[in-house]
């Protein structure tokens, strides 16, 4: 088993030459008490735990994501970082995902299986500490159409397109509002209270619907 550890090691460490086994047995042994997040892809394995940074980005995008819900009156089902497999292959647990065109597929269900079940609809990542690029072809592989990203300075909407993702300025899951605008709200987590930049949130949403 070789290890490399990228920075900040006390928070992001990557293995390589690890088998579907030993990351089936690692998300058995840390269970619902563990605080880290694995991603597994063709034998490389990161494990990574969050920051309180990154936390903070990773609630407010989501919280984001249910204001827009709310206000466009569109139904969702939030599964925050549940983990999804394609058997010997690849594995990750998003930071937040929604089911939302697929959610009377999956509503109610305490397993998710891909080999029957739909992927989750939306898929957020935050990269304040290490790069969801590496996660990418684990969620091609999955099926996530869609996947929100922010870097702490830019906020990207992407689209799964022949088997990659590209940059779009229109999502998939809400395309009747310029989802790109988050951005200047994302830039302002930490300077506002928290619940004051959703309330401001909502009235740009408000805003755009009418």
């Known amino acids: 088993m070789a290890s490399n550890t990228l920075i900040?090691?006390?928070e992001i460490i990557h293995l390589s030459g690890i088998?579907?086994?030993t990351y089936e047995t690692l998300l058995a042994e840390l269970n619902d008490s563990r605080r880290l997040r694995l991603t597994y892809n063709r034998g490389n394995l990161e494990i990574m735990a969050p920051s309180p940074e990154h936390e903070i980005y990773k609630k407010t995008m989501g919280r984001f994501v249910e204001t827009l819900a709310?206000?466009?009156?569109?139904?969702?089902?939030?599964?925050?970082?549940?983990?999804?497999?394609?058997?010997?292959?690849s594995g990750a647990e998003p930071d937040e995902c929604f089911y939302i065109e697929n959610i009377n597929i999956v509503k109610g269900k305490k397993r998710i299986d891909l080999t029957q079940d739909p992927p989750p609809?939306?898929?957020?990542?935050?990269?304040?500490?290490?790069s969801s690029e590496n996660r990418f072809e684990v969620?091609?592989?999955?099926?996530?159409?869609?996947?929100?990203?922010?870097?702490?300075?830019?906020?990207?909407?992407?689209?799964l397109q022949n088997q990659g993702y590209v940059a779009v300025e229109r999502s998939l899951a809400f395309p009747n509002l310029p989802i790109a605008e988050i951005s200047s709200f994302l830039q302002q987590v930490g300077q506002k209270d928290y619940l004051e930049l959703v309330r401001e949130f909502r009235d740009w949403v408000k805003s755009q619907i009418r």
């Open 8 to 10: 900040q090691p006390e």
């Open 19 to 21: 088998s579907w086994q």
């Open 70 to 89: 709310e206000e466009l009156n569109i139904r969702i089902y939030p599964l925050g970082s549940t983990t999804f497999k394609r058997p010997e292959l």
């Open 121 to 130: 609809d939306l898929v957020v990542e935050i990269d304040i500490t290490s």
């Open 139 to 159: 969620y091609a592989d999955i099926g996530v159409p869609e996947i929100w990203r922010y870097d702490g300075k830019s906020f990207r909407i992407n689209i």
